[in-house]
């Protein structure tokens, strides 16, 4: 198809190029017709009306009376020289200097122009001279007049003949003009009807191209393509016998390849549409179980921190009675210490009965811190409740001891005076009071080493409760997420519900055979 029509347009272009080449030949002859023939033809004219006026003036002269007149015509004479000498000019300029008979003729003409206006100078000087006589005038002007009469002659015979050739010459020129118009007319009326001829071998070839690529009418083509753009795909289509590629066989492959995807989207749709329906419905059943162990979750992270915050309580506590069971050993131990000096000190009074008062005094203030001890052990026992009872029996009697030794102190320093042998009673209550000091020592490092336990043990549960404070809180944040992850889930399931209904609604447009 693309060879025919640049064949077309080929033709078309050589027409045109042989048209302008014709015209432009045709213009030119047209152009030497006007300049050779008309041009040439008006000079030889102006030159032969130039001699007659020139002759006119002439005749005149020779009856001019005044030198005004004389002046005139001589002036005249002169003009009309001068524009001869124009025309002469434009004839040299539109001669052809391949014609050797028109060069041959205008050189005659020029050489007789010459001849001639020579003559005509010498007759207006001679008539415009004076003073002549007569007779000389006579002679001299009928010699100068019958010169320049056969000059004339010659000069109008040349004249004529250089119109005739000049006329000639351009209806031959126009013949020409003619003859070029005449075969260019019938070269392009050939090249024409040539070229129609081609334009409608070239048109038949493109409709039966035309008709085997859309195989089919074209309004039935079109049919088609409307019906499968409004979505009806039930229309039947024909096909011609051996049709493998033609516009209505791609339309009819488009029409059932189409038909099957429509098909084929219809049934996924619907079962997006029911899988779509059932994640709506399980993702609502698996939010409110979410919430629901959420709550529970938060319920008991509130129950562990409150059993945390009671176990720290009780680790504190335990943490306080150890430093004051720990004090209150140390406390025992330095009362040991002073039950034992003074047992020693009870053994010298007999050698330093004068230190005994000093040695009273230490026992009495001994005694008094005993008491205070004891007194603050007992209220730290009492704190600690079930588990201080024992560290409270100790420390009453630790009380008892400390009062019984004060007393014993206020005893001896009153009968200290009336009776010696005292001293060794009081020196063997000295020394029990020593064992029982160790016994209290011993009991008190005892109830140390449980408080302390019960301290680890304590600080054990905390850690462990922290521990499971801590992955409850994990639980709930996870539970928490869990349940935006589920109400997103939800949501993801009802838009996927909707696309699955807009898409059954776009596919619900197409028609196809059941």
């Known amino acids: 198809m693309r060879a025919a029509f640049a064949i077309l347009l080929a033709g078309t272009l050589a027409i045109g190029v042989f048209s302008l080449w014709q015209i432009s030949r045709l213009n030119a002859s047209i152009a030497s017709v006007y300049e050779q023939g008309h041009v040439a033809s008006r000079a030889a004219e102006e030159v032969r009306a130039e001699v007659l006026r020139a002759s006119r003036a002439q005749k005149m002269l020779l009856t001019a009376t005044t030198a005004k007149e004389r002046d005139d015509l001589g002036a005249e004479v002169g003009a009309g020289l001068a524009s001869i000498g124009q025309a002469l000019a434009t004839l040299q300029r539109y001669a052809d200097p391949a014609d050797a008979d028109d060069s041959a003729r205008l050189r005659a003409f020029s050489m007789a122009v010459g001849t001639w206006s020579g003559h005509l100078r010498d007759f207006v000087a001679l008539v415009q001279a004076q003073p002549l006589d007569l007779s000389q005038m006579n002679w001299q002007v009928g010699t100068q007049d019958v010169s320049l009469l056969v000059e004339t002659g010659k000069l109008e015979k040349l004249v004529a003949m250089l119109v005739k050739t000049r006329g000639a010459k351009s209806k031959a020129t126009l013949d020409a003009s003619a003859t070029i118009f005449s075969s260019s007319f019938a070269m392009i009326a050939a090249m024409t009807a040539a070229l129609i001829v081609l334009a409608i071998a070239i048109a038949e070839g493109v409709v039966r191209r035309l008709a085997s690529q859309l195989g089919g009418e074209p309004a039935d083509a079109k049919a088609i393509a409307a019906d499968i753009a409004r979505g009806d795909l039930t229309r039947p289509i024909t096909l011609a016998r051996h049709d493998r590629d033609s516009m209505v066989r791609a339309l009819y492959d488009m029409q059932t390849g189409l038909a099957?995807?429509?098909?084929?989207?219809?049934?996924?749709?619907?079962?997006?549409?029911?899988?779509?329906?059932?994640?709506?419905?399980?993702?609502?059943?698996?939010?409110?179980?979410?919430?629901?162990?959420?709550?529970?979750?938060?319920?008991?992270?509130?129950?562990?921190?409150?059993?945390?915050?009671?176990?720290?309580?009780?680790?504190e506590n335990a943490r306080q009675a150890s430093a004051l069971a720990a004090n209150a050993s140390a406390v025992a131990e330095a009362g040991g210490e002073v039950v034992g000096r003074v047992v020693a000190t009870m053994s010298e009074i007999d050698d330093s009965a004068k230190n005994i008062r000093d040695i009273i005094g230490t026992i009495e203030g001994i005694a008094f811190q005993t008491n205070i001890l004891a007194l603050n052990a007992a209220v730290e026992a009492a704190r600690a409740g079930e588990q201080g009872r024992g560290f409270s029996v100790v420390a009453g009697e630790v009380r008892l001891l400390a009062q019984r030794a004060a007393t014993a102190a206020k005893e001896i320093r009153t009968l200290i005076g009336a009776s010696v042998e005292r001293v060794a009673n009081g020196a063997a209550l000295a020394h029990d009071a020593g064992r029982t000091m160790d016994d209290v020592v011993r009991a008190v490092k005892r109830v140390t080493d449980i408080i302390g336990e019960i301290s680890a043990a304590s600080d054990e549960q905390s850690a462990g409760i922290d521990e499971i404070g801590r992955a409850v809180t994990q639980m709930d944040a996870g539970t928490q997420q869990n349940a935006a992850l589920v109400e997103q889930a939800a949501a993801a399931a009802n838009a996927l519900d909707e696309q699955a209904q807009a898409l059954k609604s776009l596919v619900g447009r197409f028609r196809i055979a059941a």
Not at 263 to 280: D, K, L, P, Q, T
Not at 288 to 309: F, G, K, N
């Open 260 to 315: 099957a995807t429509v098909g084929e989207i219809a049934v996924s749709a619907e079962a997006i549409a029911a899988a779509s329906g059932e994640i709506s419905t399980g993702n609502l059943d698996l939010s409110r179980r979410t919430e629901q162990q959420a709550v529970a979750l938060e319920r008991t992270a509130a129950s562990m921190e409150q059993l945390t915050s009671t176990v720290r309580q009780n680790a």
